[in-house]
Nanobody
Framework: QVQLVESGGGLVQAGGSLRLSCAASGRTFSANLMSWFRQAPGKEREFVSIIARTGDNTNYADSVKGRFTISRDNAKNVVYLQMNSLKPEDTAVYYC?????????????????WGQGTQVTVSS
């Protein structure tokens, strides 16, 4: 199995930046796909970004394209989400997820492993 621990959340002003980290342990070689999801109060969990194991295949939700960047360091077993130009609507709990498949997917049900979440709050 894979264990995931997110960190880096906090309170920032609109227009500011944060970098989230997801530290993976356990059978990390099985984590072919690493994604970030987020969930705001009263809303469904939504896909944010995904990265394949090689790091050369990424995708983003339309709402964050041009502002967020996902990356991974396989030697350190860490996935990052650099968030720039943050907006109040980015406020949510951000979750790291790991999938075992070889095909890129934005569906939360396709991910077997999840972190505990880290809170991101963006003030106006």
């Amino acid at each position: 199995q894979v264990q995931l621990v997110e960190s880096g959340g906090g309170l920032v002003q609109a227009g500011g930046s944060l970098r989230l980290s997801c530290a993976a342990s356990g059978r990390t070689f099985s984590a072919n796909l690493m994604s970030w999801f987020r969930q705001a109060p009263g809303k469904e969990r939504e896909f944010v970004s995904i990265i394949a194991r090689t790091g050369d295949n990424t995708n983003y939700a339309d709402s964050v394209k041009g502002r967020f960047t996902i990356s991974r360091d396989n030697a350190k077993n860490v996935v990052y989400l650099q968030m720039n130009s943050l907006k109040p609507e980015d406020t949510a709990v951000y979750y790291c997820a790991a999938g075992l498949g070889l095909f890129m997917t934005t569906r939360s049900n396709d991910y077997a492993y999840w972190g505990q979440g880290t809170q991101v709050t963006v003030s106006s």
